[in-house]
């Protein structure tokens, strides 16, 4: 059975798809399913932002059949691992945690390269181009050590 990894943002349209994109293009799809969602529903059903997709088509990536989902309490029985962006996507995952199980599951993505310094990856929504290729170095890195981690068997 393949081993789930959620990637949550707000939106699910910027950030998150980013990093469902890179961290399955580090993995075996036989292994792993890589998935992502948004603490909010508002771009349910849309793509990811086209500065999103022209971001990850520039590293080789692409995320364009992606559509936007809106994270629910069902999720912790669905992934093994669940990575958010920030704070408080973190504190809006854990609010529907109903378990000590399931908040293990959840993580700051960011953890994986700076451990414990709660650093968040900044929404680059608002903000131009080189933000998203910004995001996307960072979060190439922590999904890096991820994969690392998921291959090694070491989470």
């Known amino acids: 059975m393949p081993v789930k990894i959620l990637m949550v943002c707000l939106g699910n349209i910027c950030r998150s798809p980013l ?32 500065r999103s997709i022209t971001t990850a088509r520039a590293h080789g990536i692409d995320i364009t ?14 992934y093994d691992y669940i990575y958010v962006m920030d ?31 709660n650093m968040e990856v900044p929404d680059p929504y608002y903000g131009g181009d080189q933000g998203f290729e910004n995001v996307y170095q960072m979060l190439d890195l922590a999904c890096d050590q991820i994969a690392e981690k998921l291959n090694g068997n070491i989470i």
């Open 65 to 78: 059949n992606q559509r936007s989902a809106h994270f629910h309490a069902s999720d912790f029985d669905r």
């Open 19 to 50: 990093a469902e994109g890179i961290l399955q293009s580090k993995l075996d799809t036989n292994q792993f399913i890589v998935d992502s969602a948004g603490t909010s529903g508002y771009h349910q059903g849309e793509r990811p932002d086209p």
């Open 87 to 117: 704070q408080s996507n973190y504190d809006n995952v854990i609010k529907l945690a109903s378990t000590e199980r399931d908040r293990q599951k959840v993580k700051l993505i960011l953890d994986e390269i700076y451990p414990n310094q």
